[in-house]
């Protein structure tokens, strides 16, 4: 599909030991996915994501196609119901780690950017940089008062977590930690556009210190998707980044070159629980 990537994944300068990271692909119809899992507790959630989440959106998204075009479910609901597949059967064996999770599903010249946790995805434009993703945050008005609603608390320990525990308020898993910990994600959908030139996925150990502009800088400055990566992870960590560190830097400039559209396109964003 003429999109190059690089990945770097590290802590410090040892193996990011809790993250895990994806690349799919579908020539025949024109699907690439990048993904990130970004565990807590454990590797083993991040792990089962990785190799469950996209096979199950790939899957029903090929059973939908049988279907009368009025009966067929859009590609971000197949994906949400990939998500919550994923988080079922995690918490249906009751592992009590979890992970975040970001993906950035192409197709053709949509896309869509797809997060529960605090992991991104920034997408290079003429202005700059446009983060596609939200962070979900415990002490976020409607996050908090989701988990409130349903009995939970959150409790500030160094930073807020719900029940004292978890700094995020969305994540695949954490079965210990449910209901109050979601797994529905938030989806921005929309249409590519020939501005957009790179693109980066990351885990919260680059955007604690880093900010997207900063991150596509340097994504351009190296000018090559390999380097872009690594020197994303470095510049984390010359900026005091302790945490684990995965990068994924797409170049999407051959893909998106020859499109008729300038600007890129934010047509819809779902979310069935209205994050800020």
């Given at each position: 599909?003429?999109?190059?990537?690089?990945?770097?994944?590290?802590?410090?300068?040892?193996?990011?030991?809790?993250?895990?990271?994806?690349?799919?692909?579908?020539?025949?119809?024109?699907?690439?996915?990048?993904?990130?899992?970004?565990?807590?507790?454990?590797?083993?959630?991040?792990?089962?994501?990785?190799?469950?989440?996209?096979?199950?959106?790939?899957?029903?998204?090929?059973?939908?196609?049988?279907?009368?075009?009025?009966?067929?479910?859009?590609?971000?609901?197949?994906?949400?119901?990939?998500?919550?597949?994923?988080?079922?059967?995690?918490?249906?064996?009751?592992?009590?780690?979890?992970?975040?999770?970001?993906?950035?599903?192409?197709?053709?010249?949509h896309?869509?950017?797809?997060?529960?946790?605090?992991?991104?995805?920034?997408?290079?434009?003429?202005?700059?940089?446009?983060?596609?993703?939200?962070?979900?945050?415990?002490?976020?008005?409607?996050?908090?008062?989701?988990?409130?609603a349903?009995?939970?608390?959150?409790?500030?320990?160094?930073?807020?977590?719900?029940?004292?525990v978890?700094a995020?308020?969305?994540?695949?898993?954490?079965?210990?930690?449910?209901?109050?910990?979601?797994?529905?994600p938030?989806?921005?959908?929309g249409?590519?556009?020939?501005?957009?030139?790179?693109?980066?996925?990351?885990?919260?150990?680059?955007?604690?210190?880093?900010?997207?502009?900063?991150?596509?800088?340097?994504?351009?400055f190296?000018?090559?998707?390999?380097?872009?990566?690594?020197?994303?992870?470095?510049?984390?960590?010359?900026?005091?980044?302790?945490?684990?560190?995965?990068?994924?830097?797409?170049d999407l400039?051959?893909?998106?070159?020859?499109?008729?559209?300038?600007?890129?396109?934010?047509?819809?964003?779902?979310?069935?629980?209205g994050?800020?």
């Amino acid at each position: 599909m003429g999109i190059d990537y690089g990945i770097s994944d590290e802590m410090g300068w040892r193996p990011a030991m809790e993250d895990e990271h994806a690349i799919y692909e579908d020539g025949k119809r024109f699907f690439f996915s990048a993904e990130i899992y970004d565990g807590h507790g454990g590797r083993q959630p991040a792990r089962i994501a990785a190799e469950m989440l996209t096979p199950s959106f790939l899957h029903n998204w090929a059973m939908e196609a049988d279907k009368p075009l009025r009966m067929r479910k859009g590609e971000a609901e197949i994906l949400r119901d990939a998500y919550l597949a994923v988080d079922a059967y995690l918490v249906g064996r009751g592992i009590r780690a979890g992970t975040c999770a970001v993906q950035l599903y192409l197709i053709g010249e949509h896309f869509l950017a797809a997060n529960a946790g605090d992991s991104r995805v920034v997408i290079g434009t003429d202005e700059g940089a446009v983060m596609l993703t939200h962070d979900h945050k415990p002490d976020l008005p409607k996050e908090r008062s989701r988990i409130e609603a349903l009995g939970g608390s959150v409790v500030l320990f160094g930073v807020p977590r719900v029940e004292g525990v978890l700094a995020i308020s969305r994540a695949l898993g954490d079965s210990c930690l449910k209901p109050y910990v979601s797994a529905e994600p938030r989806i921005t959908e929309g249409i590519l556009g020939a501005e957009n030139d790179f693109a980066v996925l990351a885990c919260d150990g680059v955007w604690d210190v880093l900010a997207p502009g900063a991150v596509l800088e340097t994504v351009r400055f190296e000018g090559d998707p390999h380097r872009g990566a690594h020197g994303v992870s470095k510049k984390a960590m010359d900026n005091g980044s302790t945490d684990n560190i995965t990068v994924i830097v797409l170049d999407l400039r051959k893909y998106t070159s020859s499109l008729e559209n300038r600007k890129m396109e934010i047509l819809k964003v779902h979310d069935a629980l209205g994050s800020m």
